[in-house]
């Protein structure tokens, strides 16, 4: 049986493959006598992109177990950096941090959270920051992936016609190539590995407890951290929350509902400014631009010189990423203004305007290969790091007639996303299973977390904090924002104050409450002084 060109079979060409598991999942003890004090020094490495570096800022190395049920055995190195406290007789311990993705570096948000974090907060914590296992500085995957490579292909759009043969192609040779190239150390970076790396931060420091501050993935990871380690956590804000029950196929099939709650913002975005970007006089006629452009070109792509071919599923790729952030919409609108005109002409994209527009709020252009490499650190370390989380935590299906079956029906009942987030990824064809099952996040320990979650996320659903509210239970409290976009500190709304009054006093709001979207709601101006925008990858 045929299905969009593909034969109804395994993605995988034989079994899997890998060294040999030891049995059970590791003790969630980290052993505190053998990890050795920090020594810290000047960060020398390239500051991340968007950041500017603290000049107090410090930076160390420090070597965990690649396998934690072989804790004296093979090592990694994982580098961190610290902003120490300017008030260390008010010190209270260390706020520990992560940006999300998987993927991203984390090693200078010590220095953006500096910026804002009131004085009450930044006198009582040493900020620290991370390059979790496998990314950036901290030993860097990678699967030879070629950054001219479409974001549309890394993340799984199919054909016009529904089909998947292609995608089916990019997962086998993309699970091989992370084989060959990051060996032994791939089936490791995982979420569970990287909470113990954690703990390892902590005892490493001497701290008995951390606080912790994680944006969008990094809340399943703060998740995992409190279910292994759930009486070494102080004061811990999970901002744009992971449904740690739908890990990950079914988390990144809930971008179907986020993307089109989030569309109309932008719908309306531009409608009322269409004397500027001329895409239609109402959320319906841009709507419908929207519908014409995609259609053009899935059927006829634009040239792009010097780059891939501007196709309807590029398109809709920078559509989706760039919902993630209101000071977006206007990049976001001029980005069909520009295509919309191409089109019309059938003349070649400005691609380089193209890709100047959908750089904003995010770590690159249009390409897979959205940072370039550096002497130690792969172009293709951001991605290759993102399939090795979703591909090692948890087991993927290999039947290519599911996810045929499945890229179908969501194409008729969410249009928008077009069959991409039910798609397959080289995880259904990956050479290794998982080395032990997922964590089960519970809500056993003390009443010390607070969700923070926008009503319309594209990315991170209100559906899907409230799966990580109701798996904390009685230890969490959950503030609701009326607002879209991904990220909510610093925005404005009632979230900042209640976050920075619980960093420094601990206090929990009683019960969860509900924002309304700050004032003035229609501005698409973000603060100067946001911490961190989450990257617009994937999570």
């Not at 059970?24 to 006598?33: D, K, L, M």
């Not at 959270?113 to 390059?131: K, N, R």
């Not at 290519?400 to 928008?416: I, N, S």
Request: hydrophobic fraction near 40%.
């Amino acid at each position: 049986m045929l299905i969009g060109g593909v034969t109804m079979a395994t993605v995988a060409a034989g079994a899997p493959t890998g060294l040999r598991a030891l049995a059970g999942p590791p003790e969630p003890v980290v052993a505190e006598a053998r990890t050795a004090a920090p020594v810290w020094g000047e960060c020398t490495m390239p500051p991340q992109p968007g950041i500017e570096r603290d000049p107090r800022q410090q930076c160390a190395t420090l070597k965990v177990p690649l396998d934690y049920r072989a804790p004296r055995g093979r090592t990694i190195e994982i580098t961190i950096s610290r902003i120490a406290t300017a008030q260390p007789g008010t010190r209270r311990g260390i706020l520990l941090s992560n940006p999300g993705g998987p993927g991203d570096q984390g090693l200078d948000l010590p220095s953006a959270l500096a910026t804002v974090l009131p004085p009450e907060v930044l006198d009582q914590y040493d900020l620290i920051g991370f390059d979790p296992r496998g990314i950036g500085h901290s030993t860097p995957i990678t699967c030879g992936i070629d950054p001219a490579t479409p974001r549309s292909h890394v993340l799984p759009y199919p054909a016009p016609d529904g089909g998947i043969q292609r995608n089916v192609t990019f997962a086998r040779t993309t699970a091989a190539a992370c084989a060959e190239h990051s060996g032994d150390v791939l089936r490791f970076i995982t979420t569970a590995n990287t909470a113990r790396d954690m703990d390892r931060i902590r005892a490493s420091i001497g701290e008995p407890k951390l606080s912790y501050y994680g944006t969008s993935y990094g809340t399943y990871l703060g998740a995992v951290y409190l279910s292994l380690f759930p009486g070494r956590s102080d004061r811990i804000v999970l901002d744009s929350a992971v449904d740690p029950g739908l890990v990950w196929r079914d988390m990144f099939r809930t971008w179907n509902e986020a993307v089109a709650l989030r569309l109309p913002d932008f719908l309306a975005f531009a409608a009322e400014r269409d004397a500027v970007y001329h895409l239609g006089a109402t959320p319906d006629e841009v709507r419908r631009t929207y519908d014409r452009l995609t259609a053009a070109l899935d059927e006829q792509p634009l040239p792009n010189p010097g780059g891939p071919e501007l196709d309807g599923n590029v398109l809709r790729e920078i559509t989706r990423w760039l919902l993630y952030f209101d000071f977006a919409l206007p990049s976001l609108a001029e980005s069909w203004q520009e295509v919309a005109a191409a089109v019309s002409t059938g003349s070649a994209v400005d691609a380089a305007a193209v890709a100047r527009r959908a750089r904003l709020g995010s770590a690159g252009g249009v390409t897979a290969g959205d940072r370039a490499g550096t002497a130690d650190v792969p172009a293709d370390n951001r991605i290759a790091a993102l399939y090795a989380v979703v591909c090692d935590d948890v087991a993927w299906p290999r039947d290519v007639a599911l996810y045929a079956r499945q890229v179908a029906a969501d194409r008729q009942a969410w249009p928008v996303t077009a069959g991409m987030p039910p798609n397959l990824w080289p995880c259904a064809a990956w050479p290794t299973r998982p080395v032990e099952p997922p964590v089960t996040v519970t809500g056993n320990g003390p009443r010390n977390v607070l969700i923070l979650q926008n009503t319309r996320d594209p990315a991170t659903s209100l559906r899907s904090a409230r799966g990580l509210r109701a798996a904390l239970g009685r230890r969490a409290a959950m503030i609701t924002v009326d607002q879209g976009g991904h990220g909510v500190f610093g925005l404005g709304s009632c979230a900042d104050e209640a976050t920075n009054t619980f960093l420094a006093t601990g206090i929990l709001p009683a019960r969860d409450r509900f924002c309304p979207a700050p004032s003035p709601a229609g501005d698409t101006v973000r603060s100067a002084t946001v911490p961190f925008i989450p990257p617009a990858w994937p999570l």
